[in-house]
T-cell receptor
Framework: ETGVTQSPTHLIKTRGQQVTLRCSSQ?????VSWYQQALGQGPQFIFQ???????GRGNFPPRFSGLQFPNYSSELNVNALELDDSALYLC?????????????FGPGTRLLVL | QQQVKQSPQSLIVQKGGISIINCAYE??????FPWYQQFPGKGPALLIA?????SEKKEGRFTISFNKSAKQFSLHIMDSQPGDSATYFC????????????FGTGTRLKVLA
């Protein structure tokens, strides 16, 4: 186990609603990245937080937003849900910044938008 | 330029055989290449990673071969076992900025007993 937990495990929402997904990283992991994994695809980078500040963002619209808290937890918020937002959402934490910092992935939250 | 192309999409191997998964990239700024293994219902887990200053890295039954001039790298799983049945993702990142991973599309490996 990676020590990274995510909640909830599954979620069903309807188009136009808002959703908050949560991630709890290992203690001491200052970096958290969020990825979207569509069915049959590789994870796509959404954004990254380092010590509670956004450190980069992928090609996702502003309705995807995030927060990182001092207690090593973080949130992904998605507003105005669209059908294409249906996917597995993964968070990954690492101790610091740097490409060789191993990213430890949680099991994901599977979101279905109807 | 940001893509990592992975093949094959799926692979069936007999127990004890060699599984080979290939990836190719365009962006020469990529200089870190991890491989992740994902079982159903789980998040990806790091298997092995390589930097382009070496042409091969081996850890147990898993070997990465790297061809910098061709911008290609591959994962070899020796003596494949049924427990290796999973989806494998290659990824790439740059040595600056967010160090985000660009993932391939995945290879679903099934090892027959």
């Amino acid at each position: 186990e990676t020590g990274v937990t995510q909640s909830p495990t599954h979620l069903i929402k309807t188009r136009g609603q808002q959703v908050t997904l949560r991630c709890s990283s290992q203690s001491g992991h200052n970096t958290v990245s969020w990825y979207q994994q569509a069915l049959g695809q590789g994870p796509q980078f959404i954004f990254q937080y380092y010590r509670e500040e956004e450190n980069g963002r992928g090609n996702f619209p502003p309705r995807f937003s995030g927060l990182q808290f001092p207690n090593y937890s973080s949130e992904l918020n998605v507003n105005a849900l669209e059908l294409d937002d249906s996917a597995l959402y993964l968070c990954a934490s690492s101790i610091g910044l740097g490409q060789q910092e191993t990213q430890y992935f949680g099991p994901g939250t599977r979101l279905l938008v109807l | 330029q940001q893509q990592v192309k992975q093949s094959p999409q799926s692979l069936i191997v007999q127990k004890g055989g060699i599984s080979i998964i290939n990836c190719a990239y365009e962006n020469t700024a990529f200089d870190y290449f991890p491989w992740y293994q994902q079982f159903p219902g789980k998040g990806p887990a790091l298997l092995i990673a390589i930097r382009p200053d070496v042409s091969e890295k081996k850890e147990g039954r898993f070997t990465i071969s790297f061809n910098k001039s061709a911008k290609q790298f591959s994962l070899h799983i020796m003596d494949s076992q049924p427990g290796d049945s999973a989806t494998y993702f290659c990824a790439a990142s740059k040595a600056s900025g967010t160090y985000k991973y660009i993932f391939g599309t995945g290879t679903r490996l099934k090892v027959l007993a």
